[in-house]
């Protein structure tokens, strides 16, 4: 089963249309990367997907579960990190991640065994008591991925998370991405505009006005275009 469908989206701002039949989808425990320069639609995607706005044309399902007919469920099934930060800067990064848990119905010491495994697992469990405006961009961004496990969905969606950070930074955070992609099974889909953060094995969907302009294995997105190289091959398809 896919844990992500999307079949025919399309969105429209006014009169103008910004995602046009959008249809891709990310199977149970694969890394897709969804690929676009500024202003693609991706966080417009995001915000259909995540239930922010109501698709009037098109469909998203989660683990099977329409996201419009279902909403509850759907979310009950996915993570997400937003572009902007939305850790609350005043509370400690365990205070953020026990916050979100009872949002979830996780009762008090289930959530805070969580919340020292999951910050422990990214990394940054020295940093539990201190608050989020404490800590680096990295460490934020690395907190806020915790937060988004800690009701266990399978399905993890992170907008543009790499934004704002240093290289190492950038590196350390797709590493512990994919371990959790790798270790935990947990479906990934990760929209960037970085090529640097797409790896051979990798589902792509290149997005660019509003439309697919791709969708398959990174390594076959070069012969598919018939360019010699990724870079190329994104130049041209959004050229
Ligand atoms: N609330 C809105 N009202 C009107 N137009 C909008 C709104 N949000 C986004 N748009 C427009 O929709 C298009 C897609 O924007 P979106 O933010 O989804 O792209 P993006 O790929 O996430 O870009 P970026 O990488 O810059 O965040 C853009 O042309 C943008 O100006």
Redesign the pocket.
């Known amino acids: 089963m896919n844990a992500l469908s999307v079949d025919h989206l399309s969105h429209s ?2 009169s ?1 249309r ?2 046009d039949d959008v249809s891709f989808s990310v199977p149970e425990g694969g890394m897709c990367i969804l690929l ?12 259909l997907i995540t239930g922010l706005y109501h698709a009037r044309a098109g469909s998203v399902l989660v683990f099977g579960h329409a996201m419009n007919a279902n909403p509850s469920t759907a979310l009950a099934e996915m993570g997400v990190v937003f ?1 902007q930060p939305t850790l609350d800067l005043d509370l400690t990064a365990g205070e953020n991640l026990r916050y979100h848990a009872a949002l979830h119905g996780l009762p008090k010491a289930l959530s805070k065994e969580r919340s020292v495994e999951e910050l422990r697992r990214l990394e940054v469990a020295d940093r539990i008591g201190d608050p989020a405006r404490a800590l680096s961009g990295g460490q934020r961004r690395r907190v806020e991925i915790a937060r988004a496990l800690m009701h266990r969905p399978r399905l993890l969606l992170l ?2 998370p790499t934004t704002g950070l240093d290289v190492p930074g950038r590196g350390a955070l797709e590493r512990h991405v994919r371990d959790l992609c790798r270790d935990r099974g947990i479906a990934v889909l990760w ?1 960037t ?1 970085f090529l640097e953060e797409v790896s051979s094995a990798d589902r792509v969907v290149v ?1 660019h006005e ?1 439309r697919v302009r791709w969708g398959g294995r990174a390594d076959r997105l070069a012969a598919a275009v018939g360019v010699a190289n990724t870079a190329e091959a994104f130049a041209s398809l959004t050229g």
Not at 36 to 47: C, E, P, Q
Request: without cysteine.
């Open positions: 701002f006014g103008r910004v995602l676009g320069r500024n202003g693609a639609g991706k966080t417009t995607l995001f915000s572009q907008d543009e929209a505009h997005l509003g």
